[in-house]
């Protein structure tokens, strides 16, 4: 088997898809291929046949012919038999998928990214997996017990006047996805659906949040607090006077907390 293994750059329309591939890929996926290709570029060559035939890297290739590229980067593996090209096919897409993750490592870099303002979504990391962070992150005492576990928020100290609404969200997306429904010509029960959807896109502003917290009227106050848009703790609430507690929750804190009274 030739090991001195050389980087041909081919056009696109010349390399061949396997039919029996059994991997499949979603637009999802291939979009997410995609963005990672134009942040670092085509580092993964796609491993082909002496007939151009993909062994590796079907997404890849769509990932490409998404994003426009006339040729990609692929290396030939010339002197695999039948056999081995069958079962290459299905161990280079496995073997990926055996591997595991330090969590606590994984989350430690993932926050790094975040303070650096890099793109998540080019991470391309599953539900599972992000759902495993966040729980090592949230963990606190004893790890054995879910009722010791403590979620850590951020902090955001109000330091300046009641700033205009415009400043606390970022609605452009959720805007653009709602013209595009309501001029669907979907059944009504579906387009109120996904306007409802639409809105996970607002981009929200939370220190400009608080601010705007810090400076509202009680009802409003209250009703960011019941959209979870601020979550206030009883202690610094009172010391900051940012929340004026009513008797009957007053009552309840010097009752749960005698202590403090």
Known sequence: ??????????????????????????????????????????????????HNGIIAGHGRL???????????????????????????VIADNKLTENGGWDTDILAGEVDRLKELNFDLDILALDDDLISAIKLDESISGDSDNPYTQKVEIPVYEPTGPKPELESLYDATKAIELCAAITKS?????????????????????????????????????????????????????????????????????????PDEA
């Open 1 to 50: 088997m030739n090991q001195n293994l050389e980087v041909a750059y081919i056009a696109t329309t010349d390399v061949i898809p396997y039919a029996n591939n059994p991997r499949t890929h979603s637009e999802q996926q291939v979009a997410q291929v995609a963005a990672s290709i134009k942040e670092f570029g085509f580092n993964n060559p796609i491993l082909l046949d002496e």
């Open 185 to 257: 010509a979907l059944p009504n029960d579906e387009k109120v659906f996904l306007l409802a959807a639409a809105n996970r896109h607002v981009v929200l502003n939370f220190e400009q949040i608080a601010n705007y917290y810090a400076n509202s009227s009680a009802e409003c106050q209250e009703l960011m607090e019941d959209s979870a848009l601020v979550i206030i703790d009883f202690d610094k609430a009172i010391e900051n006077g940012y929340v004026a507690l009513s008797d009957k929750i007053s009552h309840q804190y010097l009752v749960d907390y």
């Open 62 to 88: 769509a990932a490409a012919q998404k994003l426009g590229m006339e040729l990609v980067p692929t290396i030939t593996l010339a002197g695999l038999t039948e056999a081995q090209r069958k079962a290459y």
